[in-house]
């Protein structure tokens, strides 16, 4: 009688790493196998692949996805180059490790189960109440993941090595440009010209700077490791199916160009050719009252004139105070304390760039 297929080589037929995941939210038990190139695949958990090409280049790649479940476009572009990866159709020149950050909130559709993941990292997960869910799990996980993966590797003086985390989202409303990169706060280091290459390749040349520290993913990849990290935003919330690919056709190939090659085919940074922004306020939930004034269908960085009412908190009014100041991530469904919208202005990089 024919002998099952173990896991391994299943992988290495289909290549479908999420639908592994999907059937086993809960966890996976590790496995480690060997490709026809010679890249040796570790799988650590349910959502957790990290891949070690023989003779890697100096890059250290973290790609996630899906720390918002119904992210979906981002989770497709994942899934996709795992599967080029594991079937022998694309081969990597570079250390990478794939995340899908919440299993049991892809499965359900939701945004988060019971907790916003990517409000848990840098230790946020195991503050207050502590490790009271499953989220505060995950993110504890991911951050342990993140951090084998980059001190795995041996860095030394003659061979330094640059640490990279994509974190790809995609928005709740539809945005007036269409896909846009958050740059964690820098602490005054500089921001990196190399970097807003990477996105222009992305197709990405709108960039929110973060002016203060903050409990994402890509902040706690940027502050605790050095990464060069970034949330980004690939267009808006659809159903498993309904994305149109089409659009995000140069991101796709940049990532796979990344992960693949020496070097990004990239154009020099010009600032004309993009849209910066900085955060000028956040506006947090205090009550339960929290109301926005604008229609659901209003665009991200959309401005309204000086004096506009934007939102109420119970007595609190929150009104336009700077001419061309715009909303970001406006959501009154969060939970009290977290961050409702946050408004932004024009800014430039110029004076402290690398
Ligand atoms: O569209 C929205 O309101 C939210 C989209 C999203 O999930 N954005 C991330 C941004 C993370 C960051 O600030 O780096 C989030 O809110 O977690
Ligand atoms: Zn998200």
Same mark, same amino acid.
């Given at each position: 009688?024919?002998?099952?297929?173990?896991?391994?080589?299943?992988?290495?037929?289909?290549?479908?790493?999420?639908?592994?995941?999907?059937?086993?939210?809960?966890?996976?038990?590790?496995?480690?196998?060997?490709?026809?190139?010679?890249?040796?695949? +570790?799988?650590?958990?349910?959502?957790?692949?990290? @891949? *070690?090409?023989?003779? &890697?280049? =100096?890059?250290?790649? !973290? $790609?996630?996805?899906?720390?918002?479940?119904?992210?979906?476009?981002?989770?497709?572009?994942?899934?996709?180059?795992?599967?080029?990866?594991?079937?022998?159709?694309?081969?990597?020149?570079?250390?990478?490790?794939?995340?899908?950050?919440?299993?049991?909130?892809?499965?359900?559709?939701?945004?988060?189960?019971?907790?916003?993941?990517?409000?848990?990292?840098?230790?946020?997960?195991?503050?207050?109440?502590?490790?009271?869910?499953?989220?505060?799990?995950?993110?504890?996980?991911?951050?342990?993941?993140?951090?084998?993966?980059?001190?795995?590797?041996?860095?030394?003086?003659?061979?330094?090595?640059?640490?990279?985390?994509?974190?790809?989202?995609?928005?709740?409303?539809?945005?007036?440009?269409?896909?846009?990169?958050?740059?964690?706060?820098? +602490?005054?280091?500089?921001?990196?010209?190399?970097? @807003? *290459?990477?996105?222009? &390749?992305? =197709?990405?040349?709108? !960039? $929110?700077?973060?002016?203060?520290?903050?409990?994402?993913?890509?902040?706690?990849?940027?502050?605790?490791?050095?990464?060069?990290?970034?949330?980004?935003?690939?267009?808006?919330?659809?159903?498993?199916?309904?994305?149109?690919?089409?659009?995000?056709?140069?991101?796709?190939?940049?990532?796979?160009?990344?992960?693949?090659?020496?070097?990004?085919?990239?154009?020099?940074?010009?600032?004309?050719?993009?849209?910066?922004?900085?955060?000028?306020?956040?506006?947090?939930?205090?009550?339960?009252?929290?109301?926005?004034?604008?229609?659901?269908?209003?665009?991200?960085?959309?401005?309204?004139?000086?004096?506009?009412?934007?939102?109420?908190?119970?007595?609190?009014?929150?009104?336009?105070?700077?001419?061309?100041?715009?909303?970001?991530?406006?959501?009154?469904?969060?939970?009290?304390?977290?961050?409702?919208?946050?408004?932004?202005?024009?800014?430039?990089?110029?004076?402290? $760039?690398?």
């Amino acid at each position: 009688m024919a002998q099952p297929l173990s896991l391994a080589k299943q992988l290495q037929q289909h290549g479908d790493f999420l639908q592994i995941t999907l059937s086993n939210p809960d966890g996976l038990a590790p496995l480690q196998f060997t490709l026809t190139d010679s890249t040796t695949v +570790h799988i650590w958990d349910s959502g957790v692949i990290c @891949f *070690e090409p023989t003779n &890697a280049g =100096d890059k250290d790649i !973290v $790609l996630s996805c899906g720390v918002h479940g119904n992210e979906t476009a981002p989770i497709e572009i994942c899934a996709e180059l795992v599967q080029q990866v594991l079937t022998g159709k694309l081969v990597l020149k570079q250390r990478l490790l794939v995340l899908f950050g919440n299993p049991a909130a892809i499965n359900a559709g939701t945004r988060e189960i019971t907790e916003n993941l990517n409000r848990l990292f840098s230790g946020h997960h195991s503050m207050g109440a502590g490790l009271i869910n499953a989220e505060r799990h995950r993110a504890k996980a991911l951050e342990d993941y993140v951090s084998r993966f980059y001190n795995e590797v041996r860095v030394t003086e003659a061979a330094p090595r640059n640490r990279y985390l994509y974190d790809l989202h995609t928005a709740i409303r539809g945005s007036r440009f269409e896909k846009f990169a958050v740059y964690p706060f820098l +602490h005054d280091k500089p921001w990196q010209k190399a970097e @807003f *290459e990477f996105l222009q &390749a992305c =197709d990405v040349t709108t !960039v $929110l700077l973060m002016q203060t520290p903050a409990s994402t993913f890509s902040y706690y990849a940027s502050n605790s490791h050095g990464a060069d990290a970034f949330t980004i935003e690939l267009g808006k919330v659809q159903p498993f199916g309904q994305n149109d690919m089409s659009r995000f056709s140069k991101a796709r190939t940049a990532l796979r160009q990344l992960v693949s090659e020496d070097k990004v085919s990239t154009q020099p940074f010009d600032e004309q050719q993009f849209q910066l922004y900085q955060v000028y306020r956040a506006i947090n939930k205090q009550t339960q009252e929290f109301k926005l004034h604008f229609a659901d269908d209003v665009q991200n960085f959309t401005a309204y004139p000086v004096g506009t009412l934007l939102a109420t908190d119970g007595d609190t009014e929150y009104r336009v105070e700077r001419e061309g100041e715009a909303i970001i991530f406006p959501n009154a469904k969060v939970a009290i304390g977290q961050r409702a919208m946050l408004m932004v202005v024009p800014t430039t990089v110029q004076h402290n $760039l690398l």
